[in-house]
């Protein structure tokens, strides 16, 4: 006979909104900080396509390269890593809006020629 304590088990949902951020892909993508929804609705899509990225490549790091070729496949490729510089500017303003000039983000750093996530 199996037996397990129950008091030892915690609810999905429980988890799911103990969380710092959570984050919904079916339809349209969006993302909780606490209780609070994060607008996505930006002029920035690009910005969207990286943050889901991330989401969807936990700690994995991704060259800057790799992201241009992706997003902006027929654009001059200095111009396009400057895309990419404002698109990870705007994300770090979505995931922290209090993030002042200059200051490192809590979830974003950026390498080199690799961003990754936290």
Sequence with gaps: MLTF???DLVHPRQLEYSSEFRAYL???PRLFYGDEELCLETNRKKCIHILLWFLLNPQKPCSADQFVEVLWPDVD???ALGR???NV???KRILQPGL???ESSRFIRHHANRA???
Excluded: Q, S
Aim: glycine letters at 4%; proline letters at 10%; aromatic letters at 10%.
């Design 100 to 102: 002042r000039p200059h």
């Design 5 to 7: 304590e129950t008091d």
């Design 77 to 79: 490729p200095l111009r």
């Design 26 to 28: 079916f339809g349209r």
């Design 116 to 118: 990754h996530h936290r």
């Design 89 to 91: 500017h705007a994300l």
């Design 84 to 86: 990419f510089d404002v």
